[in-house]
């Protein structure tokens, strides 16, 4: 039987694919912008008959139809395993709830931790003449949940990026159980990143000092990295590489100024390596069936081992909140959670590894909460409840405003004395009185 034929025999209308999930299940909702729809508009109109059904998916794009039934708590729970501010508002009632694990340890804990997984939903580009769908930007995980779960359903997307890669980045017929044709509604994008701020530029114009032409380049998600990789883009810099969890506009517009070659990356020379994107159009247009983009899995790209190897690594991540201890928060507003934990201590730690690698923790030195009230981002400890993304032994470049330090090898006094050198003038005198209760700061800093 030809890839044709078994296509027609596994195609299915959403109506039926939704009605596979049935009480006490386990779903894989996709990831990012291959979280599937037109089966979840389905899924919308039986869930009120439906009890105890767990959904799995991450870093949504849009809210679910699922979400908007009456009490959806009733029905069913959303296990994110990284949040943004779709999942966020959902658990504040009690909907949605983070699963705390690196990212790049998801593939594994699907193939090995025997955890149930009945189906899989996932969006996918047409099949092509090989049998094979795509998955568009969003590789990541994706190849141990299909590998995994009891059924398979692919929602065919005419509209998904073509996102070029290795095996991981496709699904192949014989791994499907059902095929739903979706409406083809261009994938969620993001709105154009608003320009950075006069804080922004000052924490890019430190960092990008620090790269030297030929390194190989991780963007975090947010604001600040984004705002670094745009300066980058309008830099001197040359024969820049990419190996990043996540793929940004950033990236695109240091491509088409010229900046990024590959040509000094030790392994996937010449390519730009990825596990998932998401952006504005422009960026899906960019990544549409080109050849310098490798689409991977996401314990490929974020391995440890890989990172390592790429001589000149440069991680460029941001964060909530760090304490005068160097310990890094990166996920919550003290027990509120707001993201996950990403990739970033992944990254940390291979950049340290790199022959010539750095990483670096942007921020600005304060914020201001919806009171209006000013509060400083550099913190005696950091506040009860408080997720540690990077210990005080992993963080290396801390970078505010008001200057770059490298922590690395200095002892409790000496960053203390450091990072209060980076806060807000307004907060330092408090800082150092904290500081000395604490015991980790000389009276002789101050003079």
Same mark, same amino acid.
């Given at each position: ?5 078994? %296509? ?64 959806? &708590? ?48 996932? &969006? ?45 980045? %496709? ?24 320009? *950075? ?11 990008? +000092? ?47 100024? *010229? ?10 020379? *010449?390519?730009?390596? %990825? ?12 990544? +549409? ?33 760090? +304490? ?9 507003? *003290? ?8 990739? &970033? ?103």
């Amino acid at each position: 039987m030809g890839y044709a034929e078994e %296509y027609k025999q596994k195609l299915v209308t959403a109506e039926q694919a939704a009605a596979v999930i049935k009480d006490g299940d386990w779903v894989d909702y996709g990831w990012c912008a291959t979280t599937n729809i037109a089966v979840d508009k389905e899924l919308a109109k039986r869930m009120p008959e439906l009890h105890d059904v767990n959904i799995r998916g991450g870093i949504l794009m849009h809210a679910p139809a699922i979400f908007g039934i009456e009490n959806p &708590q009733d029905h069913f729970t959303w296990n994110s395993w990284h949040m943004n501010g779709v999942e966020r508002k959902a658990a504040s009632t009690g909907l949605s709830f983070y699963g705390p694990l690196k990212y790049s340890e998801l593939p594994k804990y699907y193939l090995e931790s025997g955890d149930p997984l009945d189906v899989a939903i996932m &969006q996918v580009g047409p099949m092509d003449r090989h049998g094979y769908f795509n998955l568009g930007p969003s590789a990541s995980h994706t190849y141990a949940v299909v590998a995994t779960a009891k059924k398979v359903i692919v929602e065919v997307n005419e509209s998904m990026p073509i996102c070029l890669g290795d095996r991981s980045a %496709y699904v192949h017929i014989s791994e499907v159980d059902m095929i739903v044709e979706g409406d083809n509604a261009p994938i969620d994008a993001m709105p154009p990143a608003k320009p *950075g701020t006069d804080v922004d530029k000052a924490v890019a114009e430190l960092v990008v +000092d620090r790269i030297p032409n030929g390194a190989c380049l991780q963007l975090g998600i947010g604001g600040m990295p984004n705002a670094i990789g745009k300066m980058i883009a309008e830099s001197d810099l040359k024969d820049l590489g990419i190996h990043t969890e996540m793929y940004v506009d950033a990236f695109v517009d240091m491509a088409e100024a *010229g900046k990024i070659t590959g040509a000094h990356k030790n392994i996937d020379r *010449g390519l730009q390596t %990825y596990a998932f994107g998401a952006g504005t159009r422009k960026m899906y247009d960019y990544l +549409d069936g080109n050849p310098e983009c490798k689409s991977a899995s996401v314990d490929y790209v974020n391995n440890i081992r890989q990172i390592s190897a790429l001589d000149n690594f440069i991680s460029i991540n941001n964060a909530v909140d760090i +304490d005068l201890f160097g310990q890094v928060n990166a996920e919550s507003a *003290g027990t509120k959670n707001i993201s996950g934990a990403g990739g &970033q201590l992944d990254f940390v730690l291979g950049a340290y590894a790199s022959k010539g690698g750095k990483s670096f923790i942007c921020m600005s030195s304060t914020f201001t909460d919806k009171n209006g009230n000013l509060h400083s981002r550099i913190r005696p400890t950091l506040a009860p409840g408080s997720i540690v993304t990077d210990t005080r032994a992993n963080t290396m470049y801390v970078v505010t405003e008001y200057g770059c330090v490298n922590l690395k090898g200095l002892t409790s006094w000496q960053r203390a004395e450091a990072l209060i050198g980076l806060a807000h003038p307004d907060f330092r005198d408090e800082l150092i009185q904290e500081a000395e209760k604490m015991h980790i700061w000389r009276r002789s800093n101050k003079r």
